[in-house]
């Protein structure tokens, strides 16, 4: 059985744990402010807000509710566009989306207006690219997004002036959320945690922001599945010399985690070009690396960082992430295995790293090439180097013999240069639908030199690399 809040009703269903939140929002409960769009957690018309607790508290996050199973929601708040509000008037923010002209057609507004309230939910003090940001999963073919933003503007001097000693008190206090809100932690913690008991299962699943995409009717009729959903663990843990990222992290933990942000001061700026907010606050670690994908930029970046693959099956057993992908889509691992976490070393004291993305669009778009650099210098010398590249092979590719090349030789422009010749060797991409091969090789050598270039302003000449 299957648990949760949905707004104020609590839902008790033996639906398959394996079917769309969406399907069961506007089927089942007849719940049609949720828009089904574009079923692949693009458009953002479906998003809600999850509601879980952690340590007595309840967070909320957006979600695209085309990609969630809805096993995965047990003793949680799922909170739809018209658990917004109880009297069933309009919102600030869906006032001010209509005053400032933030909606036309309106089959995408639903997914913004709960995107806002997610946004004010989630942060004190009103930072309006924070803010853009967080709608950044919702796509508008109508307005030109202006009057959205000038909704949010709006909202956020309303909610500035709003009474209440705490953030909760404010957002009811501006109607930004209903008051019943209050009584959910408490009703949540009524409810038991899930038992699945399954047996060979079909499909192990993280996020699901791939395989519901890729699968998803095969996945709704497999009763032979479970759901991963903090069974596997979670946290981001600093041990001795060693960070220790558990596979169900998701990309937003990882992104917004102190201890990565202290090693990896841009990494979350970096990210922001990985999917959507929605789609970051579902998709795990380890599924990213498992899905395969030769232009993954997270398993791009763990390639550089020298990254290790913990594995469970009848053994437990290491594999570095390098060694991990044996051709496209093929893994060094059993059918029984299962990732269990990913770690790598803390780097050293003056350790810099870059990640660069070239992709059709900026936002919302997978990787036409993209590439990372992990490097150590002392007095002009490379003491340690690593390079990655994705959509130039059939897998995610650490450079090694570019890498080898590099170290222990002086940081200079010509031995950039030279590197990026050593590179074409290692690397075979093809033609596609983003660009052809010689334009993806060409690409790469770009990305490499713009790593040296940003990292190394005063020591690479950009000229001398033409």
Known sequence: MTEFILNQKKIVTDILPTTVLLDFIRREQKLTGTKEGCREGDCGACTVLIGELINNKIHYKTVNSCLVPIGSVHRKHIITIEGLTENGSLTPIQNALVDEG????????????????????????????????????NVCRCTGYHGIIRSLNRTAELLNSADG?????????????????KKIPKQLKEIKSAK???????????????LYVQKWEDIVNSKSLIIVDKKISN??????NEIIIGASVTIEDFITNKTIKKYFPQIEEQLELFGSLPIRNKATIAGNIVNASPIG???????TLNSKVH????????????????????LNKKK???????????????????????SKR???DIASVNSSIGILVKDNIIQDVRISAGGVAPIPLYLKSTSEFLTNKELTSQNVKEATQIAFSEISPISDARGSAEYKKLLLRQLIYAHFILLFPDKINAEELL
């Not at 705490?166 to 959320?177: D, T, V």
């Not at 930029?297 to 390639?303: A, K």
């Not at 594995?311 to 093929?330: D, Q, S, T």
């Not at 029984?336 to 070239?358: L, R």
């Open 102 to 137: 933030g909606t036309q057609c309106g089959f995408c507004t639903p997914g913004f207006v709960v995107s806002m309230t997610s946004y004010f939910i989630n942060n004190k003090n009103y930072d309006v690219q924070k803010a853009i940001n967080t709608i950044g999963g």
């Open 336 to 358: 029984n295995e299962i990732v269990t976490k990913i770690t790598f070393e803390i780097p050293p004291k003056n350790f810099q790293f870059n990640f660069e993305k070239v």
């Open 297 to 303: 930029d997270l398993t791009n970046i763990l390639l």
């Open 165 to 181: 000693k705490s953030h909760l008190e404010k957002l009811i206090s501006a109607n930004i959320i209903p008051e019943y809100f």
């Open 311 to 330: 594995l469970e099956g009848k053994k437990k057993r290491i594999i570095p992430l390098e060694n991990f992908y044996l051709g496209y889509k093929l």
């Open 235 to 240: 946290e981001i843990i600093k041990k001795e």
């Open 362 to 364: 900026t936002y919302l």
């Open 196 to 210: 699945f008991k399954i047996e060979k299962p079909k499909y192990l699943i993280g996020g699901g922001t791939d």
